[in-house]
């Protein structure tokens, strides 16, 4: 075979599905190798190079492999390597600005995933309150532990073919999760008038973009702060998503709801595997490594010079540079001219997304007006429009998300020419 079917029989035999991320089972990307990035683009070691509308779930804002980043990240990786002791200015400086720019935090934390940065969450919250029980939202992924990866996807195909309910979570675990629709303020109010004495935190991505992008209503982040307030409970805003990619100050900036913590990951350092975990510093201050601490917190990698570097050069190019104005204007565009496009051709979808992200539901009865806002609204997605769509725009150089339901990211570094070719290859499928 090919050089680069050779590396794909070889990545079989030691990696279980034969890749590391998370394409585990999607027909046809676990022979994707991928040999270099950059800006909007990839090549494949068959000599294809891909526009990329897919950008890695999302980190990638300013584009793959920014050459600022880079460059942070290689000087820090020099001068500073890994110690693992002491503090470096870099730390002090990310700590600094993450303050400042999102509303709610006044103490921050570093950790490498976002899975970490909610795990903790919800750890300093059990140990703020003494109590048990984790509310959460349909559709909303936290990352990967027993205590938020619980997902109740009832329809699992319907939204991406993955159901992130693992087998292997404890009974215990289960029992200590309520799952609750999005944007149900109901279903709030009556959780927290049954069990609102036990209830240790409601953990919500503020968009639950891991379902492509329920917009939340106003009221319904506002229900969540009010009922958390009353009860003494630790409203937690996921923004490893949400935060830096639409705007500097995270959701909570653009709806005026201030959560008591937040996570922050993916697009803060461009890539770079760095996140965060910030908020109120009565609960930030419950971390600390001397023992018997109530939140007894560690990581070896927590705060690494080169990912804080590459942090550092993504803020700085954020507040520096119109990225946000960019990739906003390239949104709207998509949004309202793959619309007009499937509207021409007949076909039931609807492109909504806030933002660089869009995303396409194929299914008749929502407008970009009137989007979809429940996860149940979502069981209508016709999944098997995506599969044949999704592979004719691969043949033209397209790469989107590679699930049924397209959450697609556009970055700094898509031009107008690559909506154009996307809109064409749309067109053609
Ligand atoms: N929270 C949200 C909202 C996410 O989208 C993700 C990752 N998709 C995570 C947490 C977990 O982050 P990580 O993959 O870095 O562990």
Redesign the pocket.
């Known amino acids: 075979g090919t050089p680069a079917a050779r590396l794909a029989r070889r990545a079989r035999q030691v990696v279980p599905g034969g890749v590391n991320s998370g394409q585990r089972s999607i027909p046809g990307l676990t022979d994707l190798v991928v040999t270099g990035t950059a800006g909007a683009r990839f090549r494949t070691a068959d000599g294809r190079e891909f526009t990329d509308f897919h950008a890695a779930?999302g980190p990638p804002l300013l584009g793959h492999n920014d050459p600022d980043v880079a460059r942070a990240t290689e000087e820090a990786g020099r001068s500073l390597g890994h110690m693992g002791v002491g503090i470096t200015e870099g730390e002090v400086h990310l700590a600094e600005q993450l303050a400042e720019l999102i509303p709610s935090v006044e103490k921050l934390l570093l950790t490498s995933?976002?899975?970490?940065a909610?795990f903790h969450a919800l750890r300093v919250a059990r140990a703020a309150t003494g109590r048990r029980l984790i509310v959460k939202f349909q559709g909303c992924?936290?990352?990967?532990h027993d205590a938020v990866s619980l997902n109740v996807i009832s329809a699992p195909e319907k939204v991406g073919g993955h159901d992130p309910i693992s087998t292997g979570i404890l009974p215990e675990v289960l029992a200590a999760t309520l799952v609750l629709p999005f944007n149900d303020s109901e279903a709030v109010r009556s959780a927290f008038a049954e069990h609102g004495q036990d209830i240790a935190a409601v953990i919500v991505?503020p968009v639950p973009?891991?379902v492509g992008a329920l917009l939340p209503h106003q009221e319904f982040l506002r229900t969540l702060r009010e009922e958390t307030t009353k009860a003494g409970s630790v409203l937690v805003f996921?923004e490893?998503?949400t935060g830096f990619r639409h705007d500097l100050g995270g959701w909570q900036r653009i709806s005026g709801v201030t959560p008591d913590l937040t996570?922050l990951?993916?697009a803060i350092a461009n890539g770079a595997p760095v996140?965060a975990l910030g908020g109120r510093a009565d609960l930030m201050d419950l971390f600390s490594t001397t023992p018997g601490a109530p939140a007894f917190f560690a990581g070896t990698y927590n705060g690494h010079p080169s990912v804080v570097a590459a942090a550092l050069a993504t803020l700085r190019k954020l507040r520096e540079e119109p990225v946000h104005e960019h990739v906003f204007r390239l949104g709207d565009r998509v949004r309202r001219e793959l619309t007009a496009l499937y509207d021409r051709l007949g076909v039931p979808a609807v492109v909504t997304g806030y933002g660089s992200v869009f995303v396409t539901y194929f299914m008749p009865g929502f407008t970009p007006d009137a989007p979809p806002r429940t996860y149940r609204d979502l069981l209508a997605n016709d999944a098997s429009l995506f599969v044949g769509y999704r592979r004719h725009l691969t043949e033209h150089g397209l790469f989107e998300l590679p699930l049924n339901l397209k959450r697609s990211h556009i970055s700094y570094a898509h031009t107008d020419a690559d909506i154009d070719r996307l809109l064409e290859g749309t067109e053609a499928a």
Request: glycine share 16%; no cysteine.
């Open positions: 779930f995933t976002g899975s970490e909610t992924y936290h990352g990967w991505e973009h891991n996921d490893v998503i996570t990951g993916k996140a």
